[in-house]
């Protein structure tokens, strides 16, 4: 198995994370030694891999490569940079960069010789479709194909062994001055497969583990990974299946992707995807989702599918932003992750709390993938080794409800996201799902437990309202309340819960006295955190 199995990935766009002028100014700074600050923050939050976008000389943006083998100055020196992959493996985190190798920019070396000398030049053949007979959009007296139609993104011939040879040679060099552990392919969709071949062979012969994963938006995936090829791809099948489930209220959709793919038969059962839920080219999931309470669902649902789960830069924290027609930037900002404005610090603990269970579970890092309940706004599924069986169980709606499954087991089960709560099963289980919240249980004798620090209530259970630190519950009593919210209720007395014995409050709604309710009694009684104030979810009237 690859070190990728025990990962938890953070992702960072260097050029928007650090601010960097949008075009090369050509001036020596040393932005992204930022990282290094943040170190603390990648350690809380479980990481053990970080991904690099574009780090090389380029125009723009990063992918317009000017030149392989430099750092670019907006972001630093090869120096500099190497003491940041230094450091951060000192750290325990491994370091995997972009490669870009299907297209460069106007400014690398080869195309502007070609500039120069025309025919005479030996690079005429380094480029794709590249001929005499016109000119191109950009007004070069010759043509050559662009990248998707982008001409300040000049093709590279992967036909051509020159080419092929001068990419590895870099590759070579990153492994040997950076120390890299892995490589992200971009628009590996549209490259050559021999190309994968021979780029395999050059990385694994240096670093049997070296992780290898391209971007590929559709198609089969098989058709990249495997074999002699790449070791994985990204998983943009469950991305949009992930945000779309809880925005349509369909967990119909992400179970069918991810029974169709990691099942029992399941085509990818064999593929450990690279898996996210948003990054540099798609909007950012707290914009995506219609209701930000599912955030939480959400990540769970990252981090205990198939697959390693990735973050992207300053989503952790609930960072916006969404893609236009006209730019991306809004994808890509400057952040100091030790300072973002706005930052939903729940979610981020919700994050750090994940990558500790993930960590600690060989169920989650190895296991199978089998669906068990399906519903609309409720699932369970579950992952298992011969050695470790995880139940993972989601409730998206607003409201509290008893979801039941077949455990096929007599045993006990441990929450290990939520204090270690300890449930008798017998077979069937019903187990009580608080509003927008998720469960991970893991099958044993009732001695396991995660250790996850201080420990957190549950996720937020209403519209804009984030967890906080559990305090002691001040006594209910019968009389009069008011939710946070408005509504006016009458507690009407006290119960136990048949199953787990958990103490719960009985409460009618006074504008509707048929409808009677129960809820947790440290829930009703416990203080929330809603637009920057603490308040009681239910204050006495």
Not at 47 to 67: A, C, K, Q, W
Not at 202 to 226: I, T
Not at 271 to 295: C, G, P, Q, W
Not at 328 to 340: G, I, K, Q
């Amino acid at each position: 198995m690859s070190f990728i199995n025990e990962s938890v990935v953070y992702n960072i766009y260097p050029l928007g994370y650090c601010g960097a002028p949008k075009e090369n100014d050509h001036i020596q700074s040393y932005r992204l030694d930022k990282v290094l600050d943040s170190i603390d923050h990648f350690k809380k939050l479980g990481v053990n891999v970080m991904l690099f976008n574009p780090v090389f000389e380029s125009s723009r943006h990063g992918y317009d490569t000017i030149d392989y083998r430099k750092v670019d100055c907006r972001l630093g020196d090869n120096a500099s940079f190497k003491k940041i992959c230094d450091t951060l493996r000192e750290n325990g985190i491994r370091v995997m960069l972009d490669g870009v190798f299907n297209h460069v920019g106007r400014e690398f070396f080869a195309f502007k010789d070609v500039q120069e000398k025309k025919w005479d030049s030996p690079y005429c053949g380094w480029f794709q479709n590249l001929n005499f007979g016109g000119s191109s959009p950009l007004g070069d007296p010759f043509w050559y194909e662009g990248w998707a139609g982008h001409y300040d993104l000049v093709k590279l011939n992967l036909q051509n062994p020159e080419v092929v040879n001068y990419l590895l040679d870099a590759v070579n060099f990153w492994i040997d001055e950076f120390g890299i552990d892995g490589l992200r392919i971009d628009a590996a969709d549209v490259i050559d497969c021999e190309f994968f071949k021979k780029l395999r062979h050059a990385c694994k012969s240096k670093k049997p583990d070296f992780w290898l994963y391209g971007e590929m938006v559709g198609g089969d995936y098989n058709r990249l990974a495997g074999g002699e090829m790449l070791d994985s791809v990204t998983n943009y099948e469950c991305y949009k299946g992930i945000y779309s489930s809880h925005n349509d209220h369909n967990y119909f959709e992400i179970a069918h992707s991810l029974n169709r793919q990691f099942a029992n038969g399941g085509i990818y059962q064999n593929l450990y995807t690279f898996n996210f839920v948003d990054n540099h080219d798609v909007n950012r999931i707290a914009s995506e989702l219609r209701d930000k309470n599912h955030l939480y669902n959400v990540y769970t649902m990252l981090y205990t599918m198939p697959g390693v789960p990735s973050i992207y830069y300053g989503s952790e924290y609930a960072v916006e932003g969404k893609r236009t027609w006209e730019s991306d930037y809004d994808l890509r900002p400057c952040l100091d992750l030790n300072n973002v404005p706005n930052a939903n610090t729940q979610l981020c603990e919700h994050i750090s709390k994940l990558g500790k269970v993930r960590l600690a579970l060989e169920g989650l890092k190895y296991g199978k993938f089998e669906n068990v309940n399906i519903q609309n706004e409720k699932l369970v599924y579950k992952r298992f080794t011969d050695n470790q069986t995880v139940f993972v169980m989601f409730n998206l709606t607003d409201r509290g409800e008893n979801l039941g499954f077949d455990s096929r087991c007599n045993a006990k089960l441990t929450d290990v996201l939520n204090g270690n709560e300890v449930f008798d099963c017998n077979g069937w289980c019903e187990i009580y799902m608080p509003p927008y919240s998720t469960r991970i249980l893991v099958v044993n004798d009732g001695s396991f437990k995660v250790d996850l620090g201080a420990e957190l209530v549950t996720a937020p259970v209403d519209n804009s309202v984030v967890e906080i630190k559990a305090e002691t519950p001040e006594e209910v009593t019968l009389g009069k309340y008011r939710h946070f919210k408005g509504n006016e209720y009458e507690v009407i007395g006290f119960a136990k819960h048949s199953e787990t014995e958990e103490k719960l409050v009985l409460y009618r709604s006074l504008n509707n006295p048929d409808e009677v309710w129960a809820r947790p009694y440290d829930m009703f009684c416990e203080t929330i955190f809603r637009d920057g104030r603490q308040i009681k979810r239910f204050e006495k009237i």
